[in-house]
């Protein structure tokens, strides 16, 4: 796809940071989910309130994909101690890459992944991981295809539902 451009987001963005946000996880998960569960996830996830306090960690960055002044995907990365889990001061965690139905397979997702590279890079770090539920068959498939390896397994869990993500890794340093 052409023209795309991706940006850091900020604060004043938060209301399209919400609606994409709960827009893509909805029409990731909702068909395999209960709706309390997807209920309960979107609010304690992407509440405005949760969102600007992310928004204003220095450890974690938002970016947006965007084409046409259109929001068509976004980013969030973590380092240091706001990683989910390891937490490795050398490590870049990909907590979400996340594209619209309508623009899947229009390498919107590859455009945001590049940026991760790039700032993981940027970054000196020596690998990016990420966790991907073992149902989406698809984020697997893309990981996989740039070259990130299984190397763990975690709970996730969604509203009251525990849920195993599979844990991947990108070595940069050898």
């Known amino acids: 796809m052409k023209n795309i451009t991706i940006r850091r987001v900020t604060l004043d963005d938060i209301d399209q940071l919400q609606q994409i946000g709960r827009q893509t996880f909805s029409e990731t998960f909702s068909g395999y989910n209960s709706e309390e569960d997807m209920k309960k996830y979107l609010d304690e996830h992407f509440s405005k309130e949760k969102l600007t306090v992310e928004l204003h960690n220095t450890n974690s960055e938002f970016y947006f994909a965007v084409l046409d002044d ?82 763990d397994k975690h709970i996730f869990r969604l509203g009251n539902d525990e849920q195993t993500d599979i844990m991947m890794k990108l070595e940069l340093k050898v």
């Open 70 to 151: 259109t929001v068509i995907g976004y980013l969030k990365l973590n380092f240091g101690e706001s990683q989910t889990e390891l937490k490795d001061s050398k490590a870049l965690e990909i907590e979400r890459i996340y594209v619209p139905k309508e623009y899947h397979g229009q390498s919107v997702g590859q455009a945001l992944y590049e940026k991760a590279i790039q700032v993981a890079k940027n970054k000196n770090v020596n690998y990016v991981w990420l966790g991907v539920w073992e149902e989406n068959h698809r984020a697997l498939r893309f990981y996989k295809k740039n070259g990130f390896t299984a190397f």
